[in-house]
């Protein structure tokens, strides 16, 4: 039950971050703002300032930022709908951000107390291993990238590798100092002996790690937040190509019983925390990247109608009717949440097989 209440509130967490992200731009660009709420449902305190009503509500599953002339044009010079295209970007784009620097700050402090990094550095080859040659790889080479995807952090060497199913791979790493590039170089699974005696199916490659400082702690950090980004993109790829279908989406419903699995299945209660803070340092990144998904009733349906509008008043000098706008994100909207319930609904099919 524990976890079930901490996947809660870290939704709840997360989303009211979110707001808090329009709240401070807003208020920084000088847009009125008739209510912030931490949380949903029935208001328990509130308490008005200025133009901006602040509220604490019961259901701790988000919050909201009202602004003046958010859903409706306003003559008011501080509403929303009158400001500039910048100070417009900045708003709708805040929201994501803040998610993305929480997701970052999450993964900083996590690594704060580490003494060393696995790195991508080959450091030797099992017995065996035919990809040691001259023109092939080496002890010591950093590899840089995998079929033209990056290579953040330790773990995209078994992610990347697991993607490709044809067993010819190109390559890019660093060897002294200078980056070589391994077009069309195949790499077959096999199966090895590691060092305590252990057979295992793999690709032969032995990496190293490197101990930590503060400012490698700092650059895996980003690094770690960046990958989460392109785990992300991926995933969308994934649907969006056919290799994972609507069956392999999770809602909230699917997130908490994850969280609560990785919880319980975690050795020590500090295990736990830190495992649980990873996990949710994720869904923080994942909230800022589809927020900016440009699809209606998302921050980044904003976005792209913001620069449409601009477009057409550049070219046509009109913009595209408000309530056309207004009406494409209900549509979006009412889509979003039909998803979501079929989503939810898989998720708790899901529970009880």
């Given amino acids: 039950m524990i976890y079930i209440i901490a996947a809660i509130l870290i939704f709840g967490v997360l989303i009211a971050v979110h707001e808090l992200g329009h709240f401070l731009a807003a208020k920084a660009c000088g847009v009125r703002v008739n209510e912030f709420s931490i949380g949903m449902g029935p208001t ?6 200025g133009d901006t009503t602040y509220s604490l509500r019961l259901l701790p599953i988000g919050g909201f930022c009202a602004m003046e002339g958010e859903e409706e044009d306003s003559n ?18 805040a929201g994501a951000f803040m998610n993305f620097l929480t997701g970052l700050i999450i993964i900083v402090v996590l690594y704060a107390g580490a003494k060393a990094f696995y790195v991508p550095v080959i450091t030797d080859f099992a017995d065996g291993c035919p990809l ?69 199916t793999g690709f032969g490659l032995m990496f190293g790690a490197e101990e930590a400082t503060v400012g490698t702690r700092l650059q895996y ?26 069956k392999d989406v999770s809602g909230p419903v699917g997130i908490v019983s994850t969280i609560t699995d990785v919880g319980e299945q975690a050795e020590s209660a500090s295990a736990a925390v830190e495992n649980i803070a990873y996990l949710a340092a994720l869904v923080a990144v994942n909230l800022a990247v589809m927020n900016l998904l440009p699809l209606p009733a998302l921050d980044g349906g904003k976005i792209f109608f913001l620069v449409v509008n601009a477009l057409c008043m550049l070219t046509i000098r009109k913009k595209i009717p408000a309530k056309f706008e207004s009406y494409v994100h209900l549509a979006g909207f009412a889509l979003l949440m039909l998803l ?14």
Avoid at 44 to 49: A, D, E, G, N
Wanted: hydrophobic share 40%; charged share 25%.
């Fill in 76 to 93: 008011d010079p501080t509403a929303l709908n009158n400001q500039s295209f910048w100070k417009k970007l900045i708003i709708f784009a």
């Fill in 132 to 200: 040691q040659s001259e023109s092939g790889l080496q002890v010591g080479d950093r590899l840089v990238s995998i079929d033209g995807e990056r290579v953040y952090v330790y773990s995209d060497v078994s992610l990347l590798l697991g993607r490709n199913k044809t067993g010819v791979f190109d390559l890019k790493v660093k060897r002294d100092g200078q980056t070589v590039t391994l077009k069309d170089f195949p790499m077959e699974r096999a199966e090895y002996t590691d060092q305590q005696g252990q057979t295992y």
């Fill in 221 to 246: 950090s980003w690094n770690n937040a960046v990958d989460f980004v392109r785990i992300v993109r991926l995933s969308l790829q994934m649907l969006v190509t056919g290799e994972a279908g609507l």
């Fill in 44 to 49: 328990i305190l509130h308490k008005t300032k």
């Fill in 340 to 353: 979501m319930l079929v989503i939810t609904f898989q998720d708790v099919w899901k529970l009880f097989q």
